[in-house]
């Protein structure tokens, strides 16, 4: 437990919206802007206990705004499982691969971006999945709410205190 720890941030509705470091939310708790909802044994600073979940005092409306693609998003949303062999890795030993390969234009893209294993990444080289003749799993998607939700779920897994406000 550090400062950079995970923290959940909770709507004023008690939404779940997003995923923050500790610093970030003892800002937000500092200011004002947020409660605290539940907290780690250990202090941080004087007599602050870790934060593990705050929820923001006032009301936010959450855009539908997409995110930017990330390896980690990618890796969650594909659950750790290489797309062209099905073989599931701890994330330290999964590559991301462009299905169309960046050189031959393919973006930065969630539609363009899956999990992949080492050994895949090697076998597919510079190709398209066609070229290879290796077949996607499945269809990669935009990062969507719900993949969102998928993402704080694999994050919080770790601490009990965020399964009763992601578990419904
Ligand atoms: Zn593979």
Redo the contacts with the bound molecule.
Sequence with gaps: MTIQSPVLVLNASYEPVSVCAARRAITLLVKGKARLEECHDACVWKDMRLPSVIRLSRYRKIPQRRHDATRRGVLARDQYT?Q????QSPAARLTIDHVVPRSRGGGDTWENLVA??A??NRRKANRTPIEAGMALARPPRASQLHTTRQMMRSMGAEDPKWRKYLYF
């Design positions: 290489c062209y062999c099905n073989a992949c294993c050994p895949c």
